[in-house]
């Protein structure tokens, strides 16, 4: 594919004329080329052994640690990246605009579309309990994403620039079946960070609060 259209990302299943994938047919081009000719000239479904949209046969549920897996999602966008916690508690990140979308309770994500879709659709949370933030709006200079980092229990912790000061932004289960927020920034550089809140939760600043650390548990009604 890349002779046709350099820097695809689709692989070359043949280079120098050779098989990538010895254990088909032996490994002889000929063959398996010839193979995948017969099947589209036959034209009869899906080959024999391609992934289906089985009930949950690709649900992802998350059991003794958070699973992190980007996708397209409807209300977050091209670079959604989903958290999802063995509490039951799971997050939508939008990573260009660097700020919560969506948070939900239940089932976490079916990733069929996102792993076997040519053109993935925009996805959505599994659960049925949605809350959204609104849309991004920034007072403080345009956000810059960062990336995030996953510690020992695999919690991310995103990371993005306001104006050029870092800010460190980490969500976990809380322990009344919330939602707890954390974000940390350097006081002297940024002397607030007004965040928003997810519509229709219950929101409470804790006492961690502090100059250049913003605390926050949100729960269902």
Known sequence: PAAYRPGTLMPSFWPEGKAANREILGGD?????????????????LPEGFPTTAAREFELIPRSRPIVQRTFMAEVGTHAILVGFPAGIHLAYDGR?????????????????????????????????????????????????????????????FLFSVGGVPVAERFEPSENGGLRRSLTWNPEALRSLPPSHPTGLTVRETTASAPGKSEFIYTWP
């Open 97 to 157: 605009d660097c700020r919560p979308a969506l948070v939900w309770k239940g089932r976490f994500f079916d990733a069929y579309g996102t792993w076997f879709s040519r053109f993935a659709p925009f996805e959505k949370p599994l659960g049925e309990t949605v809350a959204a933030w609104p849309g991004p709006a920034e007072a403080n200079g345009a956000r810059q994403f960062e990336g995030y980092r996953l510690d020992a229990g695999g919690v991310p912790t």
């Open 29 to 45: 081009t000929d063959r398996q080329i010839a193979s995948i000719l017969a099947f589209a000239r036959d034209g009869k479904g």
